[in-house]
């Protein structure tokens, strides 16, 4: 069984997670992991959170204009969000507009989870490639960075395989 959102895991845990598949255990490891889902729900939220998260590491990363969620990113290409750094020239100066788009799905899952996608997409306003020294600001932002990611993607992972959603049904609240 092919595991396409861990690829680049070593071989070992990813027969880890093909067992714990084939005993259907996916979800309840990672409801034992996270128990809750967050409570931002809204744009808005998203944007304060992400603004917070900014201020606190990453002062000289340039303004965010827009922070939203995105019912049309499809999440298998896509599972880590979309950033856009679009340029603008302003009154003769150029200045670039990020906007950063998280995927609806990540409305109802654990905080940590949202806080993985919304520090991958903070990490890119200064380190364009997923190189390490992208993966260390990542890792700078949030120590716990690289667990988080392997349990998003275990829990994509858990959905491609049919599992149910584990922490509520898409999105309830309207922007
Ligand atoms: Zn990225």
Not at 50 to 65: F, P
Not at 117 to 129: G, N, T
Not at 130 to 144: G, I, N, R
């Amino acid at each position: 069984m092919d595991l396409p959102y861990l690829r680049s895991y070593p071989a070992h845990l990813q027969d880890q997670v093909r067992q714990l598949l084939a005993k259907d255990g996916t979800g309840a490891l990672l409801q034992r992991r996270y128990p809750q889902a967050h409570a931002l729900r809204t744009d808005k939220a998203l944007y304060e959170y992400t603004a917070e998260l900014k201020s606190r590491h990453l002062r000289k990363g340039g303004t965010i204009h827009k922070v939203m969620y995105d019912s049309k990113i499809h999440v298998v290409r896509n599972a880590l969000g979309l950033h856009t750094s679009r340029s603008l020239v302003q009154g003769g100066k150029l200045s670039a507009r990020h906007e950063i788009r998280v995927a609806s799905m990540f409305k109802s899952t654990p905080e940590e989870f949202l806080r993985m996608i919304v520090v991958h997409e903070l990490a890119h306003l200064r380190e364009k490639d997923h190189d390490k020294a992208f993966y260390q600001l990542c890792a700078h932002m949030e120590p716990s960075y690289h667990q988080y990611e392997f349990d998003v993607r275990l829990y994509l992972t858990h959905l491609d395989a049919g599992g149910s959603r584990l922490w509520g049904e898409g999105p309830a609240a309207t922007d």
